[in-house]
């Protein structure tokens, strides 16, 4: 008899080099997006979404780190989330307002920051199945700090693990 179990896929990590550098905004508006991750090839059953963030050496207050996700409205097309830069485009961007940010994108993650220079913050993997209720066919993700300095030029990483079943 067959056993049906759980599978990982190698963990992709996305490009984050608008995310380097990425100054605090307190009303969440102003911060990065990534490319779109496509999962209609893989058909994965859950996507885990993990990250770290690395803070200034100087300059910080304590404050947040937020990672949103959102989704197309369709196979191609996102809703109208930014003001500057483009959705499922990476790099730096303007949300419209924070109404659009609490109604068009699920809020995945909160990590909270003090004043220790240089800090590593670590998102753990977070099951977007979990999350959204729905493991999304395309996704990107929205990040955002209020820690008054920028992240640091180095040592951000966002990265997505398919999660699958297998027949043995």
Not at 6 to 11: D, H, M, V
Not at 47 to 70: D, M
Not at 116 to 130: E, F
Request: with cysteine; aromatic share 12%.
């Amino acid at each position: 008899m067959a056993d049906v179990k759980t599978a990982y896929r190698a963990s992709s990590n996305f490009t984050v080099t608008a995310l380097e550098g990425l100054a605090s905004d307190t009303a969440w508006d102003s911060g990065w997006t990534s490319a779109t991750y496509d999962n209609s090839s893989n058909k994965d059953l859950d996507l885990l979404l993990s990250a770290k963030f690395t803070v200034e050496s100087s300059g910080l207050t304590a404050g947040q780190i937020r990672v949103y996700v959102y989704v197309p409205l369709d196979d191609s097309n996102y809703p109208d989330l930014f003001s500057s830069g483009t959705e499922g485009s990476q790099g730096a961007v303007t949300v419209h307002d924070t109404l659009t940010l609490d109604h068009a994108m699920y809020l995945v993650w909160t990590g909270f920051t003090d004043t220790t220079a240089s800090q590593v913050y670590n998102m753990p993997q977070t099951s977007l199945l979990t999350r959204l209720g729905f493991c999304p066919q395309k996704f990107a993700v929205y990040v955002a700090h209020s820690t008054v300095a920028a992240f640091e030029t180095t040592g951000q990483q966002v990265t997505v693990t398919g999660v699958y079943t297998t027949v043995t």
